[in-house]
């Protein structure tokens, strides 16, 4: 990607965020944007938390690998406790693609980055709409953003990151037991499978697509 329009997100919006109010008044706006931007931090909680359990995955696997297996203990009940939860508290926030198709399983975005297409060439017109859309995105408008750079004929690149929520939960519990245990290598598999159940999902959107 030449450009990066921004910096890697803990959650998208993709298809769930709600289109603005069509009304003029400045109520009816500022009801609109509250509703974008509440829906947006509810995402980036459940997200982050997705993202922090993969977090601390990945550190008690470095742990194991120096030798401190009490750290990679409670590391691995940390990643526990984030994702614990009834189902319910994640279900809105699954992405569904053909690729992370799974029996018994949801996806949660625990990360995402947007870059421009390859072939994306900069003319004042574009410039602009690349800034309307980062202030879209600050505000939590995600369809937003996007709509303004296909207006322009930006082709953009989207990138997610899923995790499998109940086998990411299985192997966690797996690790659990196998540490209490002292069967350190076969620990560290566990949370290897965790790690590796990550899918990445990329779609190209827009006029280059």
Same mark, same amino acid.
């Given at each position: 990607?030449?450009?990066?329009?921004?910096?890697?997100?803990?959650?998208?919006?993709?298809?769930?965020?709600?289109?603005?109010?069509?009304?003029?008044?400045?109520?009816?706006?500022?009801?609109?944007?509250?509703?974008?931007?509440?829906?947006?931090?509810?995402?980036?909680?459940?997200?982050?938390?997705?993202?922090?359990?993969?977090?601390?995955?990945?550190?008690?696997?470095?742990?194991?690998?120096? $030798?401190?297996?009490?750290?990679?203990?409670?590391?691995?009940?940390?990643?526990?406790?984030?994702?614990? $939860?009834?189902?319910?508290?994640?279900?809105?926030?699954?992405?569904?693609?053909?690729?992370?198709?799974?029996?018994?399983?949801?996806?949660?975005?625990?990360?995402?980055?947007?870059?421009?297409?390859?072939?994306?060439? &900069?003319?004042?017109?574009?410039?602009?709409?690349?800034?309307?859309?980062?202030?879209?995105?600050?505000?939590?408008?995600?369809?937003?953003?996007?709509?303004?750079?296909?207006?322009?004929?930006?082709?953009?690149?989207?990138?997610?990151?899923?995790?499998?929520?109940?086998?990411?939960?299985?192997?966690?519990?797996?690790?659990?037991?196998?540490?209490?245990?002292?069967?350190?290598?076969? &620990?560290?598999?566990?949370?290897?499978?965790?790690?590796?159940?990550?899918?990445?999902?990329?779609?190209?959107?827009?006029?280059?697509?």
């Amino acid at each position: 990607m030449k450009k990066i329009i921004l910096a890697g997100l803990l959650a998208t919006m993709m298809g769930s965020a709600p289109v603005m109010a069509s009304a003029t008044t400045p109520t009816a706006a500022q009801t609109a944007t509250a509703n974008v931007q509440k829906e947006a931090a509810d995402i980036m909680q459940v997200a982050v938390k997705g993202a922090n359990a993969m977090r601390d995955i990945q550190l008690a696997r470095l742990a194991l690998f120096h $030798g401190q297996p009490d750290s990679a203990k409670k590391l691995t009940n940390d990643a526990a406790s984030l994702l614990a $939860g009834d189902s319910s508290d994640w279900a809105k926030f699954v992405k569904a693609a053909p690729k992370a198709k799974m029996i018994d399983d949801q996806y949660v975005v625990i990360n995402a980055t947007v870059a421009l297409s390859e072939d994306y060439i &900069a003319t004042p017109a574009k410039e602009s709409a690349i800034k309307t859309a980062n202030g879209k995105m600050a505000k939590g408008d995600w369809k937003g953003a996007v709509d303004t750079l296909q207006l322009a004929g930006i082709s953009v690149l989207q990138t997610q990151y899923l995790m499998p929520l109940n086998q990411t939960r299985k192997a966690v519990a797996s690790a659990q037991k196998l540490l209490s245990s002292g069967k350190y290598y076969e &620990a560290n598999l566990a949370l290897k499978g965790a790690e590796e159940g990550i899918v990445i999902d990329s779609e190209m959107v827009g006029a280059g697509q």
